[in-house]
């Protein structure tokens, strides 16, 4: 159960008046008019934050507010967001993901400002995507790849999806694994995808020693003790784009171990407010905060220079200067 | 206001159209609502439409209706200030739900009609409740989807509700959940003025608000949750995270609510 509201605003250093007076203000601050929103939260809720599900370029079926880099950026800094893992929509349906993460790569050096670290696409059952996966490490310099199963036509019993967790971990990538973009209830009938099955993927990260996982959009179909078998299987976390319920974050947290969470928006095809607020939402202790907010993702991130996004400025801390 | 204005800012006060009592932890309706209320105030909430029991029950006989509805009754008369009732009805029993709604409605405190999927709303059977409601100026909130996987047989769609809203001109009707896929149910609505959308219980997808304050207006948008299935956070982000006017997020917030609930609150002499 979650702790009373008094207690767990003591917590945190702040008094539930002033927490109160904070969330009505952050609440209204985080409208698009733009108001000097970072500035307005208590410590607890400021900076340092690190955004794990963010995707540039257009989704395929609709136009996003914020679905331009520089847009989002924006947004994102406004909110405190100091680092942002970034993936392409475009990785979705495009045939030619070496395009698709050349484009990437360059929209996160040019717009990113540092605030930007690009996650490439592969495909492994795509003809020789092991050049795809060697560009993203060597000539993109990316801390990880981003993978959609469900959008590329495999299931993660395939051998060739393995395959790709080892190289990944030879080559110390972080894995991102996109269980779903989208309701399935709400979809274009021409572009009905189901969820993943995440169901192979704990023996699988037994299997595959150094693997660093990221579930991305996993909290609708993996709950319970099939999640809690998963996250204890390997270096996995999952974050909280899906994550839904009254005070979600917390119950979560009764769950799970908060070192496995991380802060996503899975914006911009979600209001980025979803996820901050749902922070604000839960009666969370400073140690939980700072842990969800950072500290987790900045534990992931690869230590090795050579990840540094040329002229980035975004080093292996995972937090901008 | 636009950006770099140093006036203090105006905080629109929210009032959520959309929440339930089962699923929350607790034993009792009171400690339920009470444990809502907690989480609403971290985000400023300041009331609730309540309406269903302890226990979802997707058809309730006369017995099982009256019982959530005595459910709900007691959680808001224990926080009459923060919470109000919407009244459970079935349109495959009338007379039980007439009977219903003039406990609720016309003698008791609650203030709408909610309506899931026992039935769908293009029936006859829904005629003399919608009139009925419409007599006490209650509006009335039916549930709907387009679902791309299927709906249950009883299951109303945006479409059933357009052909209600059609022979009731007069009455307030609430299209619940906007549809889920609000693309085609904005549409939907969009002819019949006295239909309004509901933002609750759906993915917080961008452009979801833009698009229904620019098709119907911001004035027949209104602010849900669907709490304790969704959280508040999500579904409030989709009005203080759209791209819409300020105006038009004060309105959805809680400025339509209140249009709203205006007439029935003076007849049970409460004021807003």
Redesign the interface.
Request: glycine residues 10%.
């Given at each position: 159960?979650?702790q009373?509201?008094k207690s767990e605003a003591s917590a945190t250093g702040i008094s539930r008046r002033a927490?109160?007076g904070t969330?009505?203000?952050a609440?209204?601050?985080?409208?698009?008019?733009?108001?000097a929103f970072a500035a307005t939260l208590p410590a607890a809720m400021r900076g340092g934050l690190i955004d794990v599900n963010v995707s540039l370029s257009r989704w395929p079926l609709?136009?996003?507010?914020?679905d331009n880099s520089p847009a989002l950026v924006a947004k994102l800094r406004r909110h405190g967001v100091t680092q942002a893992w970034a993936g392409s929509f475009d990785g979705l349906l495009h045939k030619d993901l070496g395009a698709v993460n050349a484009r990437l790569a360059r929209e996160c050096r040019q717009h990113g400002r540092g605030l930007l670290l690009p996650f490439g696409c592969v495909n492994p059952k795509a003809p020789d995507w092991e050049e795809e996966l060697r560009r993203c490490v060597e000539v993109h310099r990316m801390a990880g790849v981003r993978l959609h199963p469900n959008y590329h036509g495999y299931k993660l019993d395939d051998p060739d999806f393995a395959r790709l967790l080892r190289r990944a971990a030879d080559r110390h990538l972080i894995v991102q694994l996109t269980l779903e973009m989208?309701?399935?209830?709400?979809?274009h009938?021409l572009l009905?995808v189901e969820p993943v099955n995440p169901a192979p993927l704990a023996d699988l990260v037994e299997g595959t020693p150094g693997i660093r996982l990221v579930l991305l959009n996993a909290l609708r179909t993996l709950r319970g003790e099939p999640l809690r078998k998963l996250l204890a299987a390997g270096q996995v976390c999952v974050e909280i784009a899906?994550?839904?319920?009254?005070?979600?974050v917390a119950r979560f947290l009764e769950q799970v171990h908060m070192r496995s969470v991380l802060f996503g928006s899975h914006?911009?095809?979600?209001?980025?407010?979803?996820?901050?607020?749902?922070l604000?939402?839960?009666?969370l202790s400073q140690p939980q905060l700072n842990a969800i907010r950072r500290e987790n993702a900045q534990r992931l991130t690869p230590a090795d220079p050579k990840h540094s996004q040329p002229g980035s400025g975004a080093g292996s801390s995972g937090m901008e200067p | 206001?636009?950006?770099g204005q140093n006036r203090e800012?105006?905080?629109?006060e929210i009032w959520d159209l959309h929440c339930h009592l089962a699923?929350?932890?607790g034993t009792t309706p009171e400690e339920r609502l009470g444990k809502?209320l907690?989480?609403a105030?971290?985000?400023?909430i300041a009331r609730l439409c309540v309406s269903m029991g302890l226990e979802l029950s997707q058809d309730p006989s006369p017995e099982k209706m009256r019982q959530e509805n005595d459910e709900v009754l007691r959680a808001i008369r224990r926080f009459p200030a923060r919470a109000f009732g919407l009244v459970y009805l079935n349109p495959r029993h009338t007379q039980a739900s007439l009977d219903e709604l003039n406990r609720c409605v016309r003698d008791g405190p609650m203030v709408g009609v909610k309506l899931w999927v026992a039935q769908r709303c293009n029936a006859p059977a829904l005629d003399p409740l919608v009139e009925r409601a419409a007599e006490l100026k209650a509006f009335v909130y039916q549930h709907t989807?387009?679902?791309?996987?299927g709906n249950l047989p009883g299951e109303s769609t945006p479409t059933d509700l357009a052909d209600l809203a059609s022979r009731h001109p007069q009455a307030a009707l609430i299209c619940g959940h906007t549809g889920?896929?609000?693309?085609l149910a904005v549409r939907t609505i969009r002819p019949h003025r006295n239909v309004f959308a509901d933002l609750a219980g759906?993915?917080?997808?961008?452009?979801f608000t833009?698009m229904a304050v620019r098709e119907l207006g911001a004035e027949r948008v209104l602010y849900g949750?669907d709490?304790?299935?969704?959280?508040?956070?999500?579904q409030?982000?989709?009005v203080?995270?759209?791209?819409i006017p300020?105006s038009a997020?004060e309105l959805i917030l809680s400025g339509n609510l209140k249009r709203l609930l205006r007439s029935i609150l003076k007849q049970k002499c409460l004021s807003l």
């Open positions: 159960m979650p009373p509201v927490f109160l969330a009505v203000a609440t209204a601050l985080a409208l698009p008019a733009e108001r609709r136009r996003l507010p914020g989208e309701d399935e209830r709400a979809m009938p009905r899906m994550l839904e319920g009254v005070g979600g914006a911009p095809f979600f209001y980025f407010e979803s996820a901050f607020l749902k604000q939402e839960s009666p | 206001m636009a950006l800012m105006s905080r629109p699923g929350v932890p809502l907690a989480f105030d971290r985000l400023g989807w387009f679902n791309l996987t889920g896929d609000w693309e759906s993915d917080p997808a961008a452009g833009e949750s709490v304790p299935g969704r959280s508040f956070a999500s409030v982000a989709k203080l995270g759209a791209d300020d997020r």
